[in-house]
């Protein structure tokens, strides 16, 4: 599951949040305990007890099967497979029939389209909406907050649904707008889904409405961060709002903003929900597959899906590792 | 370093920056944009309570003028939606007990001890939130195949707690380490053991933390869709989203009335939660980032 829109509001937010409060632990052990009395062997297991309970779930959920499907993704594993057989050793034959499709390499290509263009699309508006929300008055800005506090609370399933009825070629409020107040008669039973084009506007228009509040939320709390007298001294050196926003407040924000971008970025990629429903709804899957729809699509050949699985998975690192060898870094 | 405190600081920068029709043409601007992410809420809402006949005559009906309780009314008499709401319930209550309890106990061990491993624990809950569900679900699904936990709410909360333990931990590791360790020395001194200062001096501060924490997951689990789908085949075992994509299914194109009411119910006390726990998730998510 996930965060908010994104919803495909996928089960894990990956979001590593630094610390609520600031941490207050300096590294090294002891410095603020007095004299460290010799330790029994009670409390030197206790750290580990207190772990193993988070260790094992974590170990057995999504570890055992992430080794498993890695080494599957070089046996044959099908249908015979599960009735009993023995799975053969391939080697690499899974990842090279996958990648020498020019059908697997379409889907790819559509995935990392759509996750960097959604991705921009919702760091612009959602950027755009959090500066607007610095400038205007109370009541104008408690009204934004709530509209998207509702979007962004609303089960991702209920929204889908929402979406699905809005884009409906028969009885659509979309359709009929463009039918009926713009004179666009053409439009009355127009079907968005049916073409790859369309279909992936209207994902891109539901994802990036999805994704945007998370934006807008922490960027504007990060803005909001940025200290008083920086922004006086530099209104009393003659910089006007665009020039405070663009060289002052947008570079102190930047590690908020790499943050955020990076959770899109991952979450984009791997966005499954709103495109399964829509799929579902009426499209055609072949054209309209994106990497996690295709994996669904695989289930039955489990060797296959699992070499695709770890594909996806070299994508999502080689698109973060950037921000992953910062977090090493900065983080621990 | 300090949490968002809004309000006082962006208060006092807006007052200083004076008014003008400039400021009223974005206050303008900022109820639009506010409309256009509200209006598929409203929608849903609203069409919820209008009568079949109404949303057949291809005139969309933006009021909710002669609505009707019928749509809720065939939500709430459909046997379907109690199971579904059943299953919701055990899936989500397990996964959260478990989850928020050992993830406490982890967030205690690494915000409280200094160890060997440490730092690995750390990183590896950092990297684990980074592997999309997705890449993972065909194979999680033949785990518990192989196991026979498929469409049973022991299976699906097994992968949810994987899937949410990480963050929880990450999460309340925050609230653990507000937490100065100087109080419960102080109770110490006073002749408390260390135990029984961290249970009367610590436990009780902490209960914020574990409270968002717990709606946290609450939410994660309530909402999932991906791995529910993947688990949960038999229909009999469907968790409530999965449940209302059944409904849209079988109604599209003649009753989206019900289907409104449908969403509309599963998402009201979603929302209410979600208000509830908002400012504190992303709070800590921005808190330290930026640099002052």
């Known amino acids: ?332 | 370093m300090t949490a968002a405190r809004p309000g006082a600081p962006a208060a006092a920068r807006r007052r200083a920056r004076g008014g003008g029709t400039g400021r009223r043409l974005l206050g303008l601007l900022a109820v639009l944009v506010a409309l256009v992410w509200v209006f598929p809420i409203y929608w849903m809402v609203n069409s919820a309570f209008l009568p079949t006949n109404r949303m057949r005559t291809g005139e969309p009906s933006f009021l909710p003028f002669g609505g009707t309780f019928s749509n809720f009314r065939n939500v709430l008499t459909d046997s379907a939606f109690y199971d579904a709401f059943k299953v919701s319930l055990a899936v989500t209550g397990l996964t959260l007990v478990v989850a928020i309890l050992f993830a406490f106990l982890g967030a205690l061990a690494i915000s409280r001890f200094r160890f060997r491993g440490r730092r690995s624990f750390i990183l590896t809950i950092l990297v684990v939130q980074m592997i999309p569900a997705e890449g993972l679900f065909i194979s999680q699904y033949q785990m518990l195949d192989n196991w026979g936990l498929v469409n049973a709410v022991l299976g699906l909360t097994i992968v949810y707690v994987a899937a949410i333990l990480p963050f929880t931990v990450w999460m309340l590791r925050g609230f653990v380490a507000g937490v100065p360790l100087e109080l419960e020395e102080a109770a110490m001194m006073d002749g408390l053991s260390r135990t029984g200062a961290f249970f009367r001096i610590t436990f009780p501060l902490l209960a914020p933390g574990l409270v968002a924490s717990g709606v946290y997951g609450f939410l994660q689990a309530w909402n999932e869709y991906t791995l529910a789908l993947v688990v949960m085949t038999d229909p009999d075992q469907r968790t409530l989203p999965l449940w209302l994509q059944g409904l849209v299914e079988a109604n599209r194109a003649t009753d989206w009335g019900l289907v409104m009411a449908g969403a509309t119910l599963i998402s009201v006390p979603v929302i209410v939660f979600f208000l509830f726990v908002q400012k504190r998730m992303s709070a800590g998510l921005v808190a330290g980032a930026v640099k002052g």
Request: overall charge positive.
């Open chain 1, 1 to 332: 599951m996930s965060a908010p829109r994104t919803s495909s509001a996928p089960v894990l937010p990956p979001a590593p949040p630094r610390a609520a409060a600031p941490p207050v632990h300096p590294d090294p052990p002891g410095e603020r305990r007095p004299a460290p009395r010799r330790r029994s062997l009670r409390s030197r297991l206790g750290p580990y007890l207190l772990l193993l309970p988070a260790l094992v779930p974590v170990a057995v959920g999504l570890g055992y099967p992430l080794v498993r499907q890695f080494v599957l993704s070089f046996q044959e594993y099908g249908l015979a497979q599960q009735f009993g057989r023995p799975a053969e050793w391939v080697g690499l034959r899974n990842y090279t029939t996958l990648l020498s499709d020019p059908y697997v390499w379409g889907v790819i290509g559509r995935s990392v389209l759509f996750c960097l263009v959604n991705a921009a699309l919702t760091m612009a508006v959602g950027i755009a909406v959090a500066v607007l929300m610095t400038r205007v008055g109370r009541g104008a800005r408690i009204t934004l907050q709530v509209g998207l506090l509702l979007a962004w609370g609303t089960p991702v399933l209920a929204t889908m649904t929402v979406w699905q009825w809005l884009f409906d070629s028969q009885y659509g409020v979309v359709n009929w707008l463009l039918a009926e107040p713009l004179g666009l008669t053409g439009m009355r039973q127009h079907s968005w889904i049916i073409e790859p084009a369309s279909f992936y506007l209207v994902a891109t228009v539901i994802v990036v409405w999805m994704s945007v509040p998370f934006v807008v939320f922490t960027v504007y709390a990060g803005l909001l961060q940025v200290p008083e007298e920086c922004m006086e001294a530099a209104q009393l050196d003659g910089a006007n709002a665009w020039q405070r926003l663009r060289h002052l407040s947008l570079p102190m924000v930047k590690p908020v903003l790499l943050v955020v971008a990076l959770l899109q970025v991952i979450w984009d990629l791997r966005v499954f929900t709103q495109i399964y429903v829509l799929q579902r709804a009426g499209a055609p899957t072949r054209e309209t597959h994106l990497l996690g729809t295709y994996i669904y699509s695989l289930a039955k050949e489990f060797s296959m899906a699992g070499a695709m699985a770890t594909i996806m998975l070299v994508i999502t690192f080689v698109l973060t590792v950037f921000y992953i060898r910062r977090m090493l870094k900065e983080e621990v």
